[in-house]
Nanobody, 119 residues
Framework: QVKLVESGGGLVQAGGSLTLSCAASENLRYIKSMAWYRQTPGNQRELVASITPGGSTKYADSVKGRFSISGDHNKNTVSLKMNNLKPEDPGVYFC?????????????WGQGTQVTVSS
């Protein structure tokens, strides 16, 4: 079973920066996208940022201009650089890799890493 392992979460003051990283335990082929999601208590996971093998990126409106996603689809790694962190940014951040599989799609998720922002 392929595992995605996140790292880089932690506690940071408002206005500070963190970089999250995610790596797959095995080589994944036919990657469609790699992404970061955020989940807060009582809420569903929401997309924060995504990137395709071609380099197309997508960001949640709340993080545009502050967060930057980068990925190496050959190495199965994806990172999220978070600058100017705000009190609304905390949560558990999950990385996800989506691959093409048997005419459909298959998603692989990491276990999540906690991000806490102090005011």
């Amino acid at each position: 079973q392929v595992k995605l392992v996140e790292s880089g979460g932690g506690l940071v003051q408002a206005g500070g920066s963190l970089t999250l990283s995610c790596a797959a335990s095995e080589n994944l082929r036919y990657i469609k996208s790699m992404a970061w999601y955020r989940q807060t208590p009582g809420n569903q996971r929401e997309l924060v940022a995504s990137i395709t093998p071609g380099g197309s990126t997508k960001y949640a409106d709340s993080v545009k201009g502050r967060f930057s996603i980068s990925g190496d689809h050959n190495k199965n790694t994806v990172s999220l650089k978070m600058n100017n962190l705000k009190p609304e940014d905390p949560g558990v951040y999950f990385c996800k890799t989506q691959i093409s599989f048997r005419g459909g799609e298959n998603d692989f998720w990491g276990q999540g890493t906690q991000v806490t922002v102090s005011s």
